[in-house]
T-cell receptor, first 112, second 112 residues
Framework: LAKTTQPISMDSYEGQEVNITCSHN???????ITWYQQFPSQGPRFIIQ?????VTNEVASLFIPADRKSSTLSLPRVSLSDTAVYYC?????????????WGAGTKLIIKP | KAGVTQTPRYLIKTRGQQVTLSCSPI?????VSWYQQTPGQGLQFLFE???????NKGNFPGRFSGRQFSNSRSEMNVSTLELGDSALYLC???????????FGQGTRLTVV
């Protein structure tokens, strides 16, 4: 099963663009890349999911290079309320028996 | 559309007791997964149910069990509780498999 590696923590400032990179060297051919956001004592919230190239929704963009061994979550113009833990997951494909492996997450702190 | 509902939100049990947690998925979602989250181990997958059948199982002892009903509601049971079972138990539902799952608020279980 693919394992993900992401920074333990990051700091940024309100209004800035934040990019969180995740490496997943042994991602399987049919695995997806999914990002979640979690606030303390709450369940994770789905942010975005992709397979290859670039995916964009109303809250974030996900950049995936051709080799798919890494991915970057981009949060435009962050605010204080974006302070949370962000998890990068790979899996969900047949080769991974449809399982998702959760890493330790990146604690993002946004400062005023 | 109502989100994933977990009950109860908080629970205190004594070592050796058993506990049953409940999860009502989003309407139309047939896949329900359970996770255990602790500060030391992060998010760990317990099991996944789809159409009343367990499709995936994580690496937890047999004291942890679950089931899913015909209306997709799910329960998980932990027997012979141990202090180490204290955790936030999260339920997630999706239309199928583990992609883009939506999480509930979780049940905070404290074993004393």
């Amino acid at each position: 099963l693919a394992k993900t590696t992401q920074p333990i923590s990051m700091d940024s400032y309100e209004g800035q663009e934040v990019n969180i990179t995740c490496s997943h060297n042994n991602i399987a051919t049919n695995d997806y890349i999914t990002w979640y956001q979690q606030f303390p004592s709450q369940g994770p919230r789905f942010i975005i999911q992709g397979y290859k190239t670039k995916v964009t929704n109303e809250v974030a963009s996900l950049f995936i290079p051709a080799d798919r061994k890494s991915s970057t979550l981009s949060l435009p113009r962050v605010s204080l309320s974006d302070t949370a833990v962000y998890y990068c997951l790979v899996g969900g494909g047949m080769d991974s028996n449809y399982q998702l492996i959760w890493g330790a997450g990146t604690k993002l702190i946004i400062k005023p | 559309k109502a989100g994933v509902t977990q009950t109860p939100r908080y629970l205190i049990k004594t070592r050796g007791q058993q506990v049953t947690l409940s999860c009502s998925p989003i309407s139309g979602h047939r896949s329900v997964s359970w996770y255990q989250q602790t500060p030391g181990q992060g998010l760990q997958f317990l099991f996944e149910y789809f159409s009343e059948t367990q499709r995936n199982k994580g690496n937890f002892p047999g004291r942890f069990s679950g089931r899913q009903f015909s209306n997709s509601r799910s329960e998980m049971n932990v027997s012979t509780l141990e202090l180490g079972d204290s955790a936030l138990y999260l339920c997630a539902s999706s239309t199928d498999r583990n992609r883009g799952a939506f999480f509930g608020q979780g049940t905070r279980l404290t074993v004393v």
